[in-house]
């Protein structure tokens, strides 16, 4: 009960820091076998986090595990691991993304490691936008940056970024949430008018539109990021079945990426993360191989 109660309270206050961005709060319920202990998973309101947590959650829910899906503002999503209300999160971006989080609560909880590489942060603009590099930036888009929710790594990265270039002074962050950012950003392509984002991919922004990193010659956004597990200290103890198939867990920034079309095309992310796993049946038998029958 305490548990729930804490879990609660977490989400709303998730909700409120994340200014009630579109899917702010989730949580997905499964009816689990009584010999499995339930699983609760944690993630940001981040597109590709709501694509790699359902997926991951709808195998756990095959495999017979009553799976909680809870969505959370990254601080609170760290320190629910750290302090054991939340049982994992593959929603941890490394090195830098999430560096404050990881120094601040690395030491009290158990990282699985990397489960997808090749991720990439920085500052996005449509191909028509004539730059290329940060330091190519002048007054363009009335020299604001659309960010996403404030306290989000890649928020603070861009704010680190208008500190150290020159050209920047004048410019600022407009944190938003997720769901907005990227509503402003798909009108200002069909207006063909000159916007700047705070970016990252997987991403399906980048199969939808023609779009670009604009390059970072001093490495403010660092040289990519890969994707890590986290998990509650004792998990392993508690939970050892969903906690060989979470470590197991490994995928293809592409995977992701066909799975935040699936959303993008209107279907929900249990749909999406359901129509994956069933036409993924071999990658997926990697993350459940050796699994006990129920």
Known sequence: MLKKIFLSIFAIIGLILTFGSEGAYESTLATGSDDRPPVTLSYVAWDTEIASTHVLGEVLEEEGFNVELVQLDPAIMFSSVASGE???????????????YLERYGDQFENLGVHTPGAVTGMVV?????????EDLTDEAGQEIIGIEPGAGVVEQTNA???HYDNLSDWSVQASSTGAMLTAFGQAIQNEEEVVITGWSPHWIFLEYDVKYLEDPDGVYGEGEELETIVR????????????IIDSFHWEASDMEQVMVYIQDDMSPQAAAEKWVEENPEL???WTEGVPEE
């Open 86 to 100: 939340v049982d994992a999160s593959i929603s941890v971006w490394a090195p830098s993304t999430h560096a404050s």
């Open 126 to 134: 449509p191909e028509y936008m004539d730059v290329d590099s940060i």
């Open 161 to 163: 970024a208008i500190e």
């Open 233 to 244: 200290e004792g998990f392993q103890e508690d939970n050892p079945i969903a906690y060989d």
């Open 284 to 286: 997926v038998s990697e």
